[in-house]
């Protein structure tokens, strides 16, 4: 199973924005402090958030980065997709008639890893931003 870390450093930053300051820009030296992530890999990390509308930047000496979505609305898989990624359980591509093992035909078990692949991925598609936000406000109380 592959979801690498500029996918999870990616949520783990969209939470911490929205867990820390909704409305206000959050500079990426703030999150990089909190979460213990590369300030440069947060870099390349949102421009690509940029790129595919998850946040907005904001210029200036109060200047960082603000989601554009309603976090309650944000998808969990949307932040992926803007990343290029996708949490994958299976090494071939699901229309190749050819497996992941090179062969002509698909592994036995390809069908299993197939169906976990879907599981993951609706997983991701009904947890949204806002969901983790409210269960840390919850366990915190």
């Known amino acids: 199973m592959k979801l690498n870390t500029k996918s999870r450093y990616a ?7 929205a867990r820390f300051d909704g409305k206000n820009p959050v500079s990426l030296r703030d999150i990089s402090l909190r979460q213990s992530i590369s300030l440069l890999y947060l870099e390349q990390i949102f ?12 210029r200036g000496t109060n200047g960082g980065y603000i989601i554009s979505k309603n976090i309650n609305d944000l998808k969990i898989s949307d932040i ?3 990343l290029d990624e996708k949490v994958k359980t299976v090494g071939c591509k699901k229309e190749s008639k050819k497996g992941c093992n090179g062969k002509s035909s698909k592994c ?3 069908n299993l890893w197939d169906e976990l692949d879907l599981h993951i991925n609706s997983f991701f598609e009904n947890k949204k931003l806002g969901d983790l936000v409210k269960r840390k406000e919850s366990r915190n109380q």
Do not use: G, Q, W
């Open 11 to 17: 949520v783990m930053a969209l939470a911490d924005m």
């Open 47 to 58: 421009l690509r958030l940029k790129k595919n509308n998850i946040v907005k930047s904001v």
């Open 80 to 82: 992926f997709y803007a």
């Open 108 to 110: 036995l078990t390809h």
